[in-house]
């Protein structure tokens, strides 16, 4: 099935497990450091954060940036800095 076939909302479906699953992996993956990321994909997950809080000011929904980093990080973002930022 190509992406023309998919119903907007099938779309969105698909998007959002997609991203979930980036999350999740991330999660895991404290290893990798946020410099390492933008080093070779070019964002972090400071960036997947930010676009988060930007998706939801789109859509009128309040949401701090420390909210939207505890959403990606899984924990506050102090909480991994001292946990897991080399």
């Not at 994909?41 to 930010?50: P, Q, Y």
């Amino acid at each position: 099935m190509t992406s023309e076939r998919l119903t907007p909302e099938q779309t969105e479906q698909l998007e959002a497990a997609a991203f979930r699953s980036l999350v999740a992996h991330l999660r895991e993956r404290t290893d990798v450091q946020n410099l390492d990321l933008m080093n070779l994909a070019g964002f972090c997950r400071n960036c997947l954060s930010r676009w988060y809080q930007e998706a939801a000011a789109e859509r009128s929904i309040p949401l701090t940036q420390d909210e939207a980093r505890e959403i990606v990080y899984g924990m506050t973002y102090a909480e991994w800095k001292a946990n897991h930022q080399k």
